[in-house]
């Protein structure tokens, strides 16, 4: 073990934390990138929803004026017709009577009956001419309606133009606010990867570099040999001293961190694939890994941190940092991950 350590120390920089803390960054943008757009998209899918419910009423509605207008035309058409009629009988009831009047200037005899014929016809001429207004009236009413009928085409169409309008406002609106968001997001994510970075640094300071507490990927890893004894979930004296730093550390940062920054700092605790020995109080490694991990919450409570900022997780045997059951691997997966992350 000492001949590793002698190994590991000489082997200099490791850059693979950093670069697993920036992939992990680039995931937490992409995740809640992927969010705004499904927020997006819900929007816009409310928006288009109302924008179809308009134009479907307008569209029944133009239908509606449509055939409206279709019956009127008629309607007229036939009025026409009537017109032509009439104007037709009348024409011909005047060369009747002029035919008439013909006879009554040659014919005195057949002049009181051609009188009494012309008296009729001219009663049917007043009738003719009687029914030709009322025609003519209808004409200039169906002629109102038309008119009334073109202005309200022309007033659904302006509101369809309006609808489209207000649904183009609307995309521009959440087009701006998915980039406010995304720049909010990606400067709460630089702040915080900000702090996490200074709070790793200052923990490799105050614990010495020990080679039993180590920095994997964006958690910080204490061997439980650290702080615990074997199978036990209360804290040593030893891991005592080690978390008094902890906690000093983490008062510090809190300090830092802006209040707009919902952070917390979870504490998982794993364990080998070793069953428990004896008849304890805990039953399996995974009532072990989660005891440990509220030991060590409470313990960093009692030095004063707020209880608000830490999480308890036990993970048992099932999240080893290696596959193999030699020594070596057993004791590395044995072990207290702090992470610090947002709410």
């Known amino acids: 073990m000492s001949s590793w350590r002698s190994r590991r120390r000489q082997q200099g920089t490791d850059y693979w934390p950093g670069f697993v803390d920036a992939m992990a960054t680039l995931l937490l943008v992409i995740i809640f990138l992927l969010s705004i757009f499904m927020l997006a998209q819900f929007f816009l899918s409310q928006q288009l929803s109302g924008r179809d419910t308009v134009l479907n009423r307008l ?31 009348l024409s011909s009831a005047t060369d009747e009577r002029n035919r008439l009047q013909g006879l009554l200037d040659s014919n005195s005899g057949a002049a009181e009956a051609a009188g009494g014929r012309v008296a009729q016809l001219e009663t049917v001429l007043d009738e003719e001419k009687q029914v030709s207004q009322r025609a003519l009236a209808q004409v200039e009413l169906l002629n109102q309606q038309i008119a009334a009928l073109r202005r309200q085409i022309a007033a659904a169409n302006a509101a369809l133009e309006a609808a489209e309008a207000k649904e183009s406002e609307s995309q521009t609106k959440i087009a701006s606010l998915g980039r406010r968001l995304n720049a909010a997001l990606v400067q709460r994510v630089q702040e915080l990867s900000r702090y996490r970075s200074d709070f790793f640094g200052r923990l490799r300071e105050i614990l010495s570099q020990r080679s039993d507490i180590s920095v994997v990927g964006d958690r910080f890893v204490f061997q439980s040999e650290v702080l615990f004894s074997s199978g036990s979930e209360e804290v040593n004296p030893e891991g005592q001293k080690e978390l008094d730093k902890l906690a000093q ?15 917390v700092l979870r504490v998982d605790g794993h364990t080998d694939a070793r069953p428990l020995s004896g008849a304890g109080r805990l039953r399996n490694n995974w009532e072990l890994s989660a005891a440990r991990a509220i030991s060590v919450v409470r313990y960093l409570i009692s030095k004063g941190v707020d209880p608000k900022r830490l999480v308890a997780a036990g993970f048992g045997e099932f999240q080893p940092l290696e596959e193999g059951d030699t020594p070596e691997i057993l004791a590395r997966n044995r072990r207290i991950e702090l992470k610090l992350t947002e709410r």
């Open 249 to 263: 550390a983490i008062l510090e940062l809190s300090k830092e961190i802006p209040d707009e920054i919902n952070w």
């Open 59 to 89: 569209n029944a509605q133009i239908s509606e004026l449509t055939e409206l207008l279709s019956m009127e035309r008629a309607n007229s058409s036939n009025l026409e017709e009537t017109i032509q009629g009439l104007q037709a009988s």
